[in-house]
């Protein structure tokens, strides 16, 4: 049974017994998948060291305990309220932020945190076979800290639609938990989520890319009219820091990694000989990521993001950072695809909100991937890693019905079939990974040769300190 002292909460889940009974039913259903879906060999004896949220308060959500994953205790957080909010932004700024859904605006609403719910499972099954493969005890509980709080993102999502969206809210749920990755009948609903993550570096490249549309989405989320929703978003975001850390420190100590190896190997670039991961594999998953991460924004031209602007659903990123919040005027200047051919436009900017949001999405990659440079910088090198155009590799959007080259040189269809596995992993480069990768390291302290050992440990602790036991 569950109970709201065994679920951390602070939605007074213990005085709603509504909503309390509807999570009990839902609960035992959430366990099952994660023992289906969720990391697969360690559901039963390991003990790993993670963060549980026991509350929202900086003490609170930085507690650190071992446990067995599946008896991981998924709560229930809303950042603080804020006194007195106003919605603040399009048609209806300036009046009190919603408790309850509004009618009109209802399925919107749901289909938001619908799709927004259906991504974390989705990474949690795309993730469930890395544990075999681990670089380290380290990366291991990095990966399970991620998985759990993935799984308590997906709490959060069905927190709100049993809360607000009633009976079919309640179906949404259980429907949450039957999609799958991958699955060709009963696929998730965003298509980088479909695809597998089966090594490493996809794993880093994922938390690197993948999840700082997360967080894009969920500031964006955060500015929603519809307080529940702007709450429970705020919170999540604190947990999503954590997981862009995990990428973009475990990239960063693949090309540390790298860059000793290329000394070793006489600066011919061949890593590979060596058991490392060479550049050219790097920026091709890069590529990769980056622009499947790009997809998750959307259309760029979209009466959908525009209804959310005007309705006061879905805001921009840091709105209170913009002059003008309700962009009844605004123009927006799009590389437009117009019967083939490139033109610039300037298009109501409303219909352009998932191209804003995707503009602040590129800037804070591009901060990413300069941090990334500077080691290659400090080892001496002048090779560089790089963003790929934002029109190549789409498959959402105007771009999608033509090839691109990572420079924006439009492409046939002949060349790009051609030459596309220059620029994206061929099957050669999978083999190869997953052959350096084939045997995990459970050892405290040892790393595979292609990623150096990070620079700290967690929580205070030394890096080869024992993060996943296993106690039989
Ligand atoms: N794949 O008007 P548009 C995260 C469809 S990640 C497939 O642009 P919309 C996390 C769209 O469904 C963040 N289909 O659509 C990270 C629509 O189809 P229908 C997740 C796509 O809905 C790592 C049609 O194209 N959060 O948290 O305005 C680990 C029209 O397009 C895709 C959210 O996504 C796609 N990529 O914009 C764990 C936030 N893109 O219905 C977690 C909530 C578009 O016409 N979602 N389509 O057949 C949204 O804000 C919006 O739904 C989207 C798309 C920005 C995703």
């Keep these: 049974m569950i109970s709201a002292e065994r679920i951390p909460n602070n939605v007074g889940l213990s005085s709603n017994k509504r909503l309390q009974r509807a999570l009990e039913h839902w609960q035992p259903k959430y366990i099952q998948w994660w023992k289906d879906m969720g990391p697969q060999g360690f559901q039963d004896y390991h003990q790993v060291y993670v963060r549980t949220a026991v509350s929202v308060d900086p003490s609170g959500w930085a507690h650190f305990e071992y446990v067995k994953l599946p008896e991981y205790r998924w709560g229930i957080f809303l950042a603080d309220p804020v006194h007195d909010r106003r919605i603040g932004f399009g048609d209806f700024m300036g009046n009190p932020v919603w408790q309850e859904v509004p009618g009109e605006f209802r399925n919107q609403l749901r289909r938001l945190v619908v799709t927004q719910g259906d991504t974390e499972p989705a990474s949690v099954e795309q993730q469930r076979w890395l544990g075999q493969r681990c670089p380290s005890l380290y990366d291991l509980r990095n990966l399970f800290q991620v998985n759990v709080e993935e799984g308590r993102h997906l709490w959060a999502m069905v927190y709100l639609l049993h809360s607000y969206f009633g009976r079919d809210g309640r179906d949404e749920a259980e429907e949450l938990l039957e999609r799958q990755s991958g699955n060709r009948d009963k696929p998730r609903i965003l298509d980088a989520f479909n695809e597998p993550i089966e090594n490493w570096l996809d794993f880093f490249m994922f938390t690197m890319f993948t999840d700082r549309d997360g967080k894009s989405q969920l500031l964006s989320l955060s500015e929603s009219s519809l307080d529940p929703l702007s709450r429970t978003t705020r919170f999540m975001l604190t947990e999503e820091a954590h997981h862009m850390f995990v990428g973009e420190t475990g990239i960063a100590r693949i090309l540390e990694r790298t860059c000793q190896l290329m000394k070793q190997a006489g600066f011919s670039g061949d890593v590979r000989a060596l ?99 500077k080691i290659l910088e400090r080892h001496g090198f002048s090779d560089r890693l790089r963003l790929p155009d934002r029109k190549f590799n789409r498959g959402i959007g105007m771009y999608s019905s033509v090839h691109f080259d990572p420079h924006g040189h439009q492409l046939s269809d002949a060349e790009w079939t051609r030459r596309k596995h220059e620029w994206l992993p061929a099957p050669e480069d999978r083999e190869y990974l997953l052959s350096i990768q084939a045997e995990p390291v459970y050892e405290p302290g040892k790393f595979a040769n292609y990623i150096a050992p990070p620079q700290r440990g967690v929580k205070g602790q030394p890096v080869n300190f024992e993060y996943v036991r296993t106690e039989l």
């Design 275 to 373: 058991g490392g991961i060479d550049l050219d594999t790097l920026q091709k998953f890069i590529n990769l990521w980056f622009s499947l991460s790009l997809d998750l924004h959307g259309n760029e031209v979209s009466t959908n993001a525009a209804s959310y602007f005007a309705n006061g659903l879905k805001g921009r990123a840091y709105e209170d950072k913009w002059d003008d919040h309700r962009v009844t005027e605004a123009m927006y200047e799009l590389e437009m695809l117009a019967e083939g051919k490139l033109e610039r436009r300037h298009i109501p900017m409303r219909t352009a909100m998932n191209e804003v949001l995707r503009d602040w999405y590129v800037g804070d990659c591009l901060a990413g991937v300069t941090r990334w440079n």
